[in-house]
């Protein structure tokens, strides 16, 4: 029994991922006190930089290095990112939690997310826009993007700006129903199972995201998220505003034609509580009672959040103004961002995978890379010559992408082991990879007979 059609249900921009948040450096040998550099392709959303920054020693560094494919989903990581790199002089860590949870999986959001995201956007936007040698903030470095690149992003940015509401301005734009596109995406995935969805949303909750381990998925909530896109309701408030971060133009064949379609292309099966509500190390939040979880996926993913900004703010580098002073959040600019020490991450342009070995500075240079499912297909031979000694290459599988079946899953993985042979990695055996991610470690090269 299948609720819908494979090609529609992930969708075709990654708004997420399909696997939790991974510290990227508890697995693999042990590392040096020196920088570390993770290549991060297609991960979609920033849980692994947010997870593997709370795991760092204090005198460990980490650059992350940031390949998408898609500048909508540059600009949602650089959004995210800011939002968690808030000090708590201008939004403390329970209030920045729940905004950023509602930015990252609520396809509608309250007037107070929505202003600010547009303060953040235009903050960006500056950022952007100025095209400086260097970075404005070390975690925003978008300094070596193409110039067409980073103008997309301004365009973007300056999309979240513009009012939505309804107005006689010809500078507004009309509003979004985000209620119809959603509906217009579940009509196609379902196809003509439409008038049974709420059996097909419980089918796919009980029998697949149950049976693969997610119980703490709550029935309530998820049938909510896939009726709705709304995910993440923690505050009594009207969630009527249409999340300008989860909009992106699909082009369409029309009668011969190309025609870009504005609208929500992501994920409506797997749903956003993949990505930090259904692992914890907090075990109390796993209880059960008559065979029932007490918490919610909503629960933990708020639960781990809000750890890993309690992280962030304990990394936080001395501040240039006076320690506690109060920054009022309309005026926080990317100046005024938590600086954490010895952290970077820097966004790279999106064809340059292929392009880094052409590049000396990149040989023999990441410790760890990681691929998405989305964008394995990009995983190749030249891998071998920007991946460090003992390199660790972790590739998400495809677990949690629902509408695969068992067959079409383990096909995957047994690709991805030959892709990864080929690129010059073997399995690492001595890590539990599972069968959400493979992990894989650079063969040693063999020495040359004297």
């Known amino acids: 029994m299948s609720a819908g059609r494979a090609s529609e249900g992930a969708g075709c921009i990654t708004w997420w991922g399909f696997?939790?948040?991974?510290?990227?450096?508890?697995?693999?040998?042990?590392r040096h006190e020196a920088e570390v550099n993770v290549l991060l392709v297609g991960s979609g959303d920033p849980r692994h930089i947010l997870k593997t920054i709370a795991g760092l020693q204090d005198k460990q560094s980490l650059h992350v290095w940031v390949i998408e494919s898609s500048m909508e989903v540059v600009a949602r990581q650089l959004l995210l990112l800011y939002l968690a790199l808030l000090p708590q002089e201008s939004m403390g860590i329970h209030e920045k939690t729940e905004v950023f949870l509602e930015v990252f999986g609520n396809s509608e959001i309250r007037s107070q997310t929505e202003e600010t995201v547009r303060r953040a956007a235009s903050q960006l936007s500056l950022s952007v826009t100025?095209?400086?040698?260097t970075a404005t903030?070390?975690?925003?470095?978008?300094?070596?993007?193409?110039?067409?690149?980073?103008?997309?992003?301004?365009?973007?940015f300056k999309s979240w700006i513009q009012p939505v509401s309804s107005t006689s301005s010809p500078e507004c734009r009309a509003p979004v129903l985000m209620s119809k596109i959603w509906d217009y995406r579940v009509r196609q995935h379902l196809g003509t199972r439409y008038d049974s969805k709420t059996g097909c949303f419980d089918w796919?909750?009980?029998m697949k995201l149950h049976g693969k381990g997610c119980g703490v998925i709550n029935k309530q909530q998820y049938v909510r998220w896939r009726e709705q896109g709304l995910a993440f309701e923690m505050r009594e408030g009207i969630y009527q505003i249409a999340n300008p971060t989860l909009l992106s133009s699909r082009v369409f064949n029309q009668k011969g034609d190309k025609v870009a379609v504005r609208g929500y292309w992501g994920d409506i099966v797997s749903s956003p509580y993949i990505s930090f509500g259904i692992e914890t190390e907090d075990k109390s939040l796993l209880k059960t009672q008559n065979g029932q979880h007490i918490k919610t996926a909503q629960d933990i993913s708020f639960a781990n959040v809000q750890g890993l900004f309690q992280s962030l703010s304990s990394r936080r580098g001395c501040p240039t103004t006076t320690p506690f002073t109060w920054v009022d959040e309309k005026s926080v600019t990317t100046d005024d961002l938590m600086s954490l020490n010895g952290i970077s991450v820097t966004f790279l342009p999106l064809d340059s995978l292929h392009k880094l070995i052409q590049k000396q500075r990149y040989t023999n240079y990441f410790n760890?890379?990681?691929f998405s499912v989305s964008c394995v297909h990009q995983l190749g031979p030249m891998m071998r010559q920007i991946a460090a000694p003992d390199a660790l290459l972790i590739v998400e599988l495809a677990k949690y992408v629902l509408d695969l079946n068992k067959?079409?899953?383990a096909g995957y993985a047994e690709k991805v082991a030959s892709m990864a042979l080929e690129a010059g990695f073997e399995p690492w055996h001595e890590g539990n990879s599972g069968d959400v991610e493979a992990v894989f470690i650079q063969r040693k090269k063999k020495e040359k007979a004297s």
């Open 19 to 30: 696997s939790p948040a991974r510290d990227l450096l508890s697995t693999g040998p042990v």
């Open 130 to 133: 100025e095209k400086l040698e």
């Open 137 to 156: 903030h070390p975690c925003l470095d978008t300094t070596l993007l193409k110039f067409k690149e980073q103008d997309e992003l301004a365009s973007i």
């Open 204 to 206: 796919d909750l009980t």
């Open 368 to 370: 760890t890379i990681y």
């Open 407 to 409: 067959e079409q899953e």
